[in-house]
Antibody, heavy 122, light 108 residues
């Protein structure tokens, strides 16, 4: 069974950098597309982006200028960095797996982490 | 605002059939996936492509697409189906992805 677990600070100051890690077990991160999704409190889902070990990366254009995703194959985890955060970045952040070899019409996110709440506040 | 539009709320009587729709021009050339999210939980994939169910998803869930609309139908709704439902597909550029605005399903 594939298991994903997000971790990182629950509180980030405005203008600083949000950094999260997603540790994967039961699957190798050298396969599949690994996605980040966020959900502001009481609101809907927002796709942040995905990364694949082949070097394929796809970012939400609204976040692209502030966003970096990476994979650490030695630790089997993926990371997200979002710079210059504001209160609008307050959300539950999820990592999720899309097992497809190639990007498809839609995201087939079959395994998700439980999510981690990140609050941006001074 | 999202490029995939869903009705904010839908209700269905216990045991009856309900269809949740997702509208957007991108759906004319792309299939969608569907996610169910219960309070305090991560989303769960319940449907993808034309009408494919992941393992463990009951047969009462089915999917379809026509024109600019993707639909998720629940036949014989159960109390446990009460949740928020989100569609997902390509964005207008065809390069990125977007989630629908979400539909809150109430089972009466």
């Amino acid at each position: 069974q594939v298991h994903l677990q997000e971790s990182g600070p629950g509180l980030v100051r405005p203008s600083e950098t949000l950094s999260l890690t997603c540790t994967v077990s039961g699957d190798s991160i050298t396969t599949s597309h690994w996605n980040w999704i966020r959900q502001p409190p009481g609101k809907g889902l927002e796709w942040i982006g995905y990364i694949h070990d082949s070097g394929r990366i796809n970012y939400n254009p609204s976040l692209k200028s502030r966003l970096t995703m990476s994979l650490d194959t030695s630790k089997n985890h993926l990371s997200l960095r979002l710079t210059s955060v504001t209160a609008a970045d307050t959300a539950v952040y999820y990592c999720a797996r899309d097992p497809g070899d190639l990007p498809g019409d839609y995201l087939r996110l079959d395994f998700w982490g439980q999510g981690t709440l990140v609050t941006v506040s001074s | 605002s999202s490029e995939l539009t869903q009705d904010p709320a839908v209700s269905v009587a216990l045991g009856q059939t309900v269809t949740i729709t997702c509208r957007g021009d991108t759906l004319r050339s792309n299939y969608a996936s569907w996610f169910q999210q219960k309070p305090g939980q991560a989303p769960l994939l319940v449907m993808y492509s034309r009408n494919d169910r992941p393992s463990g998803i009951p047969h009462r869930f089915s999917g379809s697409t026509s024109g600019n609309t993707a639909s998720l139908t629940i036949t014989g709704a159960q109390a446990g189906d009460e949740a928020d439902y989100y569609c997902n597909s390509r964005d207008r550029s065809g390069t990125h992805y977007v989630f629908g605005t979400g539909t809150k399903l109430t089972v009466l």
